[in-house]
C-alpha cells in the first residue's frame, strides 16, 4: 500500500518479508508500486536497482521472461550499458532473430559504457550482425563510424572503416575520410594513408588530378617513394602524351 513504499526503509522490510515468504507474485506487485508511487524511487539509481530487482523476479522466480524483458528495457533508459539487462536482451534477441534490434542495442550500449575494449568488442558484434543477417553495408558504417566518432581503438576503427566504405563502394565517402585522417596524422602513419587517398582518387573515383595532387604530396615529403612514383607513372600514362605538364 501508499504507506508501505512512502519511505525506503518500510518498502525494505516489506519486500525482504515478501521474498521470505516466497510470495513472488507480491513482491513484483510491492516493487511495481514502488517504482510507481514512491518518492524516493524517482532518483536514477533507486530506480535502476528496482527495475533491475523486478526484472530478476519475473525471470528467475516467476519465469516470466516476457515481463522481464519489458523490465530489462526499462532498466536500460536508466542504465544502457546495464550487463545483466544488456546479456539478457541479447539472448533474447539472438534467440528469435530479432537483428535489428540486437544491432540497435550494441550500437547503444557502445555510447553507453567507457570501457574501450567493450566499446570495440560490442562494435564488431555490431558490424557482424549488420554484415551477416541484415544484409547492410550502411548500417556497417555506421557502426564503426560511430566507434571512430567516440576516439577509441582508432587505430582499429579506421582500417574497419576503410574497408567497409571499400566494400559499399563509397569512393567519395572514403576519399573524405582519408583526407581527414591524413590532417590528423604526421609521419610514416600520414604517408600511408595519403597512398591510399591517392589509390582511391586513381582507381575508385577516376579523378586523375585529385590523385596527382595528393602523389605531389607524398613526393615533396619523400621524394624516392617507390609507390608513389609507381602510381604518378599511371596518372602521367592516363594523361597521354598531349598533356602540356609532360616534360
Given at each position: 500500500g501508499g504507506s508501505v513504499i512512502e519511505k525506503k526503509e518500510s518498502f525494505r522490510e516489506a519486500a525482504q518479508r515478501l521474498a521470505r515468504n516466497r510470495d513472488w507474485p507480491a513482491l513484483a506487485a510491492l516493487i511495481r508500486s514502488g517504482l510507481e508511487g514512491a518518492p524516493w524511487a524517482t532518483q536514477p539509481e533507486a530506480r535502476g536497482n528496482l527495475l533491475a530487482d523486478l526484472a530478476r523476479v519475473y525471470r528467475d522466480r516467476l519465469h516470466d521472461?516476457?515481463?522481464a524483458e519489458a523490465e530489462f528495457r526499462r532498466l536500460r533508459e536508466v542504465a544502457p550499458s546495464h550487463p545483466e539487462a544488456l546479456d539478457f536482451l541479447v539472448r533474447r534477441y539472438r534467440e528469435r532473430g530479432d537483428w535489428r534490434a540486437l544491432f540497435d542495442l550494441r550500437t547503444t550500449a557502445v555510447e553507453a559504457t567507457w570501457d574501450p575494449r567493450q566499446r570495440l568488442e560490442w562494435t564488431r558484434d555490431a558490424a557482424k550482425i549488420a554484415a551477416e543477417h541484415l544484409h547492410s553495408p550502411d548500417l556497417v558504417i555506421e557502426a564503426?563510424?560511430?566507434?571512430?566518432?567516440?576516439g577509441d581503438a582508432e587505430d582499429d576503427a579506421a582500417r574497419a572503416l576503410s574497408e567497409a566504405y571499400r566494400d559499399a563502394r563509397k569512393w567519395e565517402r572514403l576519399a573524405d575520410f582519408l583526407?581527414?585522417?591524413a590532417a590528423s596524422l604526421e609521419g610514416t602513419a600520414q604517408l600511408v594513408v595519403l597512398r591510399e587517398l591517392a589509390e582511391v582518387n586513381l582507381s575508385g573515383l577516376q579523378e586523375c588530378e585529385q590523385a596527382a595532387q595528393v602523389l605531389d604530396?607524398?613526393?615533396?615529403?619523400?621524394?624516392s617513394d617507390p609507390i608513389a612514383l609507381l602510381s604518378m607513372a599511371r596518372v602521367l600514362a592516363w594523361r597521354g602524351p598531349d598533356d602540356p605538364e609532360l616534360p
Open positions: 521472461p516476457v515481463s564503426w563510424e560511430r566507434l571512430f566518432r567516440l583526407k581527414r585522417r604530396r607524398i613526393l615533396a615529403l619523400r621524394p
